[in-house]
């Protein structure tokens, strides 16, 4: 079993929808990541939180520490937001990141 | 700010040729990180550096793969006698601070095919 487990793999929504991408994790953390990629590569940061909530733009994050388990939410899609959501955790003093497989999410016009 | 930068972009090799790989972290970032992506999958950790220091390494880096960090500032990753399971994107990324979790800022990536 992976340490960080994501749902769904696969996403396809309809542009304005609510999209969850759910993330689960089985060791200790210092904190969680959520990161996006889009085709290419190019991989950039869109939350680290290791508690509570974050919101930016129509982009939030939740996490519970009690249950292991964070939630990224797109309010609004659009088809721009389409790109793969990763899941990483910190551990501790390392500064290494454990990822998860990531979400892929596309939103149709 | 440039961001941080990887050299090349891609990279098309025979099987047990030698290849290296270089990336630029931003330029006040202390950590640097390597990390590798297989076609579907979440990236692997490689290795780590704090300013010249090589703190960690991954399982996964075997003895053909090495990375330095020489004066604490661009790093390279070179891997000898390449393999074709090889093949894979290797990001980098580097951040800024001596805390537990810090923002990380990739690369574009390189990009490795090994026929």
């Known amino acids: 079993k992976n340490e960080v487990e994501q749902s769904p793999q696969n996403l396809t929504a309809q542009e304005g929808e609510f999209i969850t991408i759910n993330c689960s994790y089985s060791?200790?953390?210092?904190?969680l990541h959520w990161l996006q990629q889009h085709p290419g590569g190019g991989i950039v940061s869109l939350f680290m939180?290791?508690?509570g909530k974050k919101k930016h733009g129509r982009l939030i994050a939740t996490i519970n520490i009690q249950e292991k388990h964070s939630s990224l939410h797109i309010t609004a899609s659009h088809p721009r937001d389409s790109a793969v959501y990763i899941c990483?955790?910190?551990?501790?003093?390392?500064?290494?990141?454990?990822f998860g497989k990531g979400t892929k999410l596309s939103v149709k016009p | 700010d440039t961001g941080v930068s990887q050299d090349p972009r891609h990279k098309i090799t025979k099987r047990g040729q030698n290849v290296t790989f270089r990336c630029d972290p931003i330029?006040?970032?202390?950590?640097l990180y390597w990390y590798r992506q297989t076609l579907g999958q979440g990236p692997e950790f490689l290795t780590y550096?704090?300013?010249?220091?090589?703190?960690?390494k991954s399982r996964l880096l075997s003895d053909r793969f090495s990375a330095e960090r020489p004066k604490g500032s661009f790093s390279t990753l070179e891997i000898q006698r390449t393999e074709q399971g090889d093949s894979a994107m290797y990001l980098c990324?580097?951040?800024f601070g001596g805390g537990i979790q810090e923002t990380q800022y990739f690369g574009p990536g390189t990009r490795l095919l090994v026929l």
């Open positions: 990324a580097s951040s």
């Open positions: 060791v200790g953390i210092s904190a």
């Open positions: 939180l290791s508690s």
């Open positions: 990483a955790v910190g551990r501790g003093s390392q500064g290494n990141l454990i």
């Open positions: 330029s006040e970032h202390n950590r």
């Open positions: 550096f704090q300013n010249e220091a090589q703190l960690e």
